[in-house]
Every structure is written in structure tokens, then in C-alpha cells.
């Protein structure tokens, strides 16, 4: 059996300030294991190919969250241990958060993702933008020149260059999640507080609309990242009713 989960992180940092409610074990067959209470018997065939006793490697650990965060399934738990393993130094393996994902897209409830890979047209073929130039145009309400703008691929109105993505400084990463929560919350949730719309937004960025790089650097840097930096209702709101006038 290989320990994981919350106890796991207790095991190697008894600093860490979150109870575990109950104790989960990777185990090559499930249905050998008698029940028990506060007891999870877990089946999880890449995991126990690396590792099938002891206590599980905290780097792996920290992968094998960071691949749930695309499910939104205990994902606040997850996101505090995500935090804690990053500031304790530990790094995730890419490959590795990848195999994950492919394991459970084969296992979990399916994930409507957005596909940028096409027309403008017929990306905002939706029931939250009244044309496909409206969100567009509430971007510029936030940036003259909207941060997407500088990571859009060559020739392409929506699809995005992860090679753009790299060569941006830190701030400017921060400013592109911050901003395509701006226009995406000021669209969902115009009857609440801004800032619990950001924070909602976000989480469903995260899951649903970021492609996977910007995704994982929302997660790294969620602590930064989870209120916003400005009252972007407020910005918005002012600049329709200027243009009214």
C-alpha cells in the first residue's frame, strides 16, 4: 500500500495545518481490501508503477494534485495542499501532470473545455456574448491594448501562441489572467461582488478556459492572483455609460 493524500503531508511536515478527515492508500486491486472506516482504498495504476509502498514521494505528490485542478472536484482542498507543497520547495513534473490528466480523463465525469482553435464566430457561439465582437470590446475597456492581443498566433482571432506566452514578463502573465477574468466575470456574475466574482471566474479558468500553461500559472501563483487588482465592475460599468452619453 502506498500512503497519499493529507497524512502523507502530515507524515513529512507535521507543520502542515490541515486535519485529515481520513487516511487514502494506493493498492494495485481495491476489492481486496476489506472496508474501513476513515480508510480509502484507491486503484490508481500510475502511481503504484512508481511507487507501491511507503510513503508517497512529495514532488509526485504535488503532480498528482495539480492534475486534479481541472476537475472541479474537492478543489479547494487540493489548491491548499498545492500551496503548501510549492512553498515547502517542492516542483511538479510536467510529463507527469499530463499522464495523470490522460488517466483521468478516461475515468472522471467529462470537462467541456474551450477550444481556441478556430473562428471568432464561432468560438462566442453562445448564449453569454450578444455578438462575437463584444467581449473583444470590453477588453479594451480594461487595456487599449488587450493583453490576449499579444499572445494571439499569427493570423488567428482567437487561437493563442504558447511561444508568445513564454517570452512574457512575470507581471505581464499576471495581467493576462487577470484581465480575461475581468471580462469573463463582468459576463457571468454581474449581481455580485466583484471580488467574489474574480475569485469564481478564476476557478473556472482554471478548469474550463485557460489552455494548460496559462492554467498551471494561475495555480502556481494563485496566492497573487485570487483578488483582484482593481474594481474592473466599476472600470467597465463607468466606460458603457460614458460611451451612452
Known amino acids: 500500500m502506498l500512503l497519499i493524500g493529507s497524512n502523507a503531508i502530515k507524515h513529512f511536515y507535521p507543520d502542515f495545518s490541515r486535519t485529515p478527515h481520513d487516511t487514502d492508500y494506493i493498492v494495485e486491486d481495491s476489492s481486496k481490501h476489506q472496508k474501513e472506516k476513515g480508510v480509502e ?18 514532488d509526485t505528490l504535488l503532480s498528482l494534485k495539480i492534475s486534479h485542478m481541472f476537475w472541479d472536484n474537492m478543489w479547494e482542498k487540493h489548491l491548499f495542499d498545492i500551496q503548501f507543497l510549492l512553498k515547502k520547495g517542492h516542483k511538479y513534473d510536467l510529463n507527469l501532470v499530463n499522464e495523470f490528466r490522460a488517466h483521468w480523463n ?5 470537462v467541456r473545455r474551450s477550444m481556441l482553435a478556430q473562428s471568432k464566430e464561432d468560438f462566442f457561439n453562445n448564449a453569454v456574448n450578444e455578438d462575437s465582437n463584444e467581449h473583444d470590446f470590453l477588453h479594451t475597456l480594461i487595456n487599449e491594448i488587450p493583453m490576449y492581443t499579444l499572445l494571439l498566433k499569427e493570423g488567428s482571432e482567437v487561437e493563442l501562441d504558447e511561444n508568445n506566452w513564454h517570452g512574457m514578463s512575470f507581471e505581464q502573465k ?11 466575470a463582468w459576463e457571468r456574475y454581474k449581481d455580485i461582488d466583484y471580488r467574489v466574482a474574480f475569485k469564481r471566474q478564476l476557478k473556472d479558468n482554471i ?4 489552455p494548460q500553461y496559462i492554467a498551471l500559472f494561475a495555480i502556481e501563483n494563485y496566492i497573487k492572483l485570487e483578488r483582484p487588482a482593481i474594481n474592473y465592475k466599476n472600470v467597465i460599468n463607468s466606460k458603457l455609460e460614458y460611451d451612452k452619453v
Request: charged share 25%.
Open 106 to 110: 478516461k475515468v472522471l465525469p467529462k
Open 174 to 184: 499576471c495581467e493576462v489572467v487577470r484581465e480575461e477574468t475581468y471580462v469573463m
Open 41 to 58: 482504498f484507491l486503484e490508481n495504476p500510475i502511481l503504484f508503477k512508481m511507487q507501491s509502498e511507503g510513503v508517497i514521494n512529495m
Open 207 to 210: 478548469i474550463k478556459h485557460f
